[in-house]
């Protein structure tokens, strides 16, 4: 059964205070890696997508990076609009004939002006 | 915006009705996934359709059912409500296949009084 854990359950930042979240996964067969970002009462949003360790990608304040082993989604300097909660998802291996995500339960960020 | 609709945003409702949800899929999108969030659970995977035929189940109650038209618009059913069904349901398209990205919908808000 494909598990994913992220940590910390929550964070507060400083405006312009640079950290990680993580994302530790076990799956067999990794066909990809997401990470969403969820604002209260909304639906997830996609970020990014991540098939194979050692791959990298930004989007403007955030760069998300992967192993064999764990995500890492890096916030530089951010801004108290990057406030929500992330979530991480992976993708494994066929179940039933479909290839379902599985979602951890998410970081909550805050990020105080 | 994604490109999923969701109807209702809200519902309030009483123990032992019946409601339906309603899920359309982004333009060419064949799969239609349906997942619950609560406070305590995160996000948790019901069911998986394409192309109108069922692919997958996770945890889904027996008062629970859906299916897919030949339009490709989804309907989630949940039946003999109870308080513990109180969630968010949503709803979520992708091209289907390995490794490919699900995009979600806003949601639809279950209150069961």
């Known amino acids: 059964e494909d598990q994913v854990t992220q940590s910390p359950e929550a964070l507060r930042l400083q405006e312009g205070e640079s950290s990680s979240l993580n994302c530790s996964y076990t799956v067999s067969g990794l066909r990809g890696l997401f990470w969403y970002r969820q604002d209260p009462g909304k639906g997830p949003e996609f970020l990014f997508t991540?098939?194979?360790a050692g791959e990298e990608k930004e989007k403007e304040r955030l760069k998300a990076t992967l192993t064999k082993k764990e995500s890492f989604l890096h916030i530089t300097a951010p801004k108290p609009e990057d406030s929500a909660t992330y979530l991480c998802?992976?993708?494994?291996?066929?179940?039933?004939?479909?290839?379902?995500?599985?979602f951890g339960r998410g970081t909550s960020l805050i990020v105080h002006p | 915006d994604s490109g999923v609709t969701q109807t209702p945003k809200h519902l309030i409702t009483a123990t032992g009705q019946r409601v339906t949800l309603r899920c359309s899929p982004r333009?060419?999108?064949?799969?239609v996934y349906w997942y619950q969030q609560s406070l305590d659970q995160g996000l948790q995977f019901l069911i998986h359709y394409y192309n109108g035929e069922e692919r997958a189940k996770g945890n889904i109650l027996e008062r629970f059912s859906a299916q897919q038209f030949p339009d490709l618009h989804s309907e989630l059913n949940l039946s003999s409500l109870e308080l513990g069904d109180s969630a968010l349901y949503f709803c979520?398209?992708?091209?289907?296949?390995?490794?490919?990205?699900?995009?979600f919908g806003e949601g639809s808000w279950l209150t069961v009084v």
């Open positions: 998802a992976v993708q494994g291996r066929l179940t039933g004939g479909s290839y379902i995500p599985t």
């Open positions: 979520a398209s992708s091209v289907q296949g390995a490794g490919n990205t699900i995009y």
């Open positions: 991540l098939y194979s």
């Open positions: 333009s060419g999108d064949l799969s």
